[in-house]
């Protein structure tokens, strides 16, 4: 019976990183065709319909918990503030690769966690002590090289990856103060607040789009939708901590997608801060889970 047991849990966590690996691909394929779009449409006429696409994959899960939970909201204040973090994340994220190669900004975005773990120290009061503050000290340099030091460093295209990357973290951290509410309903007016600031961007912006490029604009919502679920219930079947790392392959779709249908290929500064981002990272996750499961008499006194 144990070895059952054992054999069935490890076929769970086997399907969790089966499900993160696939959503990350989803999400990596959504930015590869958000990148295609906004070389024809504006970014709030890309936001409208994406949104209207996404909806088609929350409608199902409204119902299922009825309307009404919408409103039932913990934290209105913090409800807002995420809703408008997201968007921002969004909105500037194919604002970033209207302009920059997919890796380029996907690296930015690879800081995210290093982000969380600077950011929750203060918001979250989640304490980390000097190996991880040096840690998120040798990220930051990573997008740094990345955002290479020059006169060029803060040309639009990379502000406004480093600040959805920013964003992105942000609603990662909300996220975890607004864990009471369900995915759907965070997810639900998210989408909403994504809706209503296209519509305000796409005015005077919008064009006449073919069939393609309608359904290509709703399949972003629908890929983004289904990659988001995926990767809820993930988490739910595997440790976060054995997860988290996966979602570094979301770098190398990129570059794959990136040379495949743009014909981009990374130079060396980005490639070197991806390397000092990830390393960062992943020690990062390794600290958190070390410190997390190993009793603190046991874990090295760095005040974690």
Known sequence: MNVR????????????MLLMLVGDFMFSLNDAMGKWLVASFSVGQILVVRSLGSFIVLAPMIARQGGDALFRLERPPLQLLRVAMTTLD???????VAYLPLADVMTFYMAGPIYVAAISHFFLDERIGWRRWLAVFVGFLGVLIALRPSAAMFSWPSLFGLGGS???????????????????????????????TGLVLSIGNW???????????????????GAHLMITRSLKLAPASLLAPLQYSLLLWAIILGFAFFGDIPDAQIIIGSVVIVLAGLFIFHRKNMVDTIPKDAVARDGH
């Open 90 to 96: 969004v909105g500037l994220f194919y604002a970033a």
């Open 207 to 225: 064009r006449a789009a073919s069939a393609l490029d309608l359904g290509a604009m709703l399949a972003l919502g629908v890929v983004a939708g």
């Open 5 to 16: 047991n054992a054999a069935a849990n490890g076929n769970l966590v086997l399907a969790g």
């Open 166 to 196: 920013l964003a992105f973290a942000m609603t990662l951290v909300l996220g975890r103060r607004l864990r009471q509410t369900s995915d759907a309903t965070l997810v639900a007016w998210q989408t909403v607040g994504a809706l209503a």
